[in-house]
């Protein structure tokens, strides 16, 4: 056996804390111990779920070769020192409903695991999942306080993959060769950029004609809808896990990936005291740039008008949770 040099032996795995352990957290949870990026700790309010998970995913790793550690707990102790902090706590939404209808339920449970899980990880970068998703990111942060770079929000990463699969499927070419832009709110506003939407590097609107690509849109638009509807008693999950390991990895790896990611607006793209989905540098410190890209007029109304509507419930989710204080 090699031997192995004691400053390998002493380094510490990243750690990653996923508060939340329904279909979603489980699932990111196997993502990263199976992609090698970090050791997970699982937490949920459900005694024996995080720990039967945990559980079920360690009996997995000598089949699936790797040596990530889990814990599952109820306990926000057991997180203490995590490098991220995921949360995919709160409902889901069935059919018939909007994402903004868990707005009531849904802050409340953000406010308080947010809180929790930030008292014994100081340092943590915040990646909320749950939804409304823009709105929620917003209330971890006004509750956390943390610096706006280590707060963010995972939207646009799925949206996009969305137009990415359907824009491939259409055209029956690689999926790796397909790369799509999806900006906004997580919602029916969001705004997808058909001319920023490119396979091997020629746009979308130089293959395809408008109709099929709003068509695209669409689809894209009602993705989250389409799998509700099916699953009947809740939302997707594989690809939501995908899209949120995506941006654990270019965090811990540094790897300065360009993703886009529901980010604090300081005047960016002329809007202020928002979350909304933007072209994000990700990289060790968090979100590290927030790009501006050149987009039409018709582009940016559509980005003013999503984010407004994300403000509007911005104020109903503060009025909430102050109303239960
Ligand atoms: N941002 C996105 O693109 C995106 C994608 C998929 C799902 N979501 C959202 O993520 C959330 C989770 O979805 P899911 O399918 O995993 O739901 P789920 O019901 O399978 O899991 C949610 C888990 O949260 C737990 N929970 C509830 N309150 C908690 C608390 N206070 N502390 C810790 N855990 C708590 C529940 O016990 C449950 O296990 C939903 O709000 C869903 O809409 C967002
Ligand atoms: O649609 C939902 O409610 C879940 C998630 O936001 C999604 O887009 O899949």
Redesign the pocket.
């Known amino acids: 056996m090699t031997p192995v040099s004691p400053a390998i032996q002493q380094q510490k795995p990243a750690r990653v804390a996923v508060v939340g352990a329904g279909k979603v957290g489980s699932t990111l949870a196997q993502r990263i111990l199976e992609k090698n990026i970090a050791d997970v700790v699982l937490l949920d309010v459900v005694e024996g779920l995080p720990q039967g998970v945990a559980l079920d995913l360690l009996e997995a790793r000598g089949l699936e070769d790797h040596d990530g550690f889990i814990l599952g707990t109820n306990d926000y102790q057991d997180t203490a020192n995590s490098d991220i902090v995921v949360v995919t706590a709160g409902r889901?939404?069935t059919p018939g409903m909007d994402?903004n209808d868990l707005i009531h339920i849904n802050a409340s449970i953000i406010a308080q695991s947010v809180k929790s899980a930030i008292a014994h990880s100081p340092n943590a970068i915040l990646i909320l999942v749950t939804?409304p998703?823009d709105v929620m990111t917003y209330v971890a942060w006004q509750v956390t306080q943390l610096p706006t770079t280590r707060v963010m929000g995972m939207a646009g990463v799925?949206d996009s993959a969305r137009l990415q699969t359907f824009i491939a499927m259409e055209l029956g070419v690689a999926i790796a060769d397909v790369h799509a832009m999806v900006l906004g709110g997580?919602g029916d506003l969001m705004v997808p950029l058909p001319s920023y939407c490119t396979v091997r590097g020629v746009p979308i609107t130089e293959l395809l004609d408008q109709s099929t690509i709003e068509r695209l849109i669409e689809r894209t638009r009602n993705?989250?809808?389409e799998?509700?509807k099916l699953f009947k008693t809740g939302?997707?999950y594989y690809a939501?896990a995908s899209s949120v390991c995506r941006m654990v990895e270019a965090i811990l790896h540094n790897q300065s990936r360009l993703l886009p990611t529901a980010a604090y607006l300081q005047g960016e793209y002329g809007l202020n005291d928002v979350f909304v989905g933007v072209p994000c540098r990700l990289g060790a410190n968090g979100v590290e740039q927030i790009l501006e890209l050149k987009l039409s007029d018709a582009e940016l109304a559509a980005l003013h008008t999503s984010a407004e509507s994300v403000r509007a419930n911005n104020k109903i989710a503060l009025e909430a949770l102050h109303a239960k204080v």
């Open positions: 889901p939404r994402r939804n998703l799925l997580h993705g989250g809808a799998l509700v939302g997707a939501p």
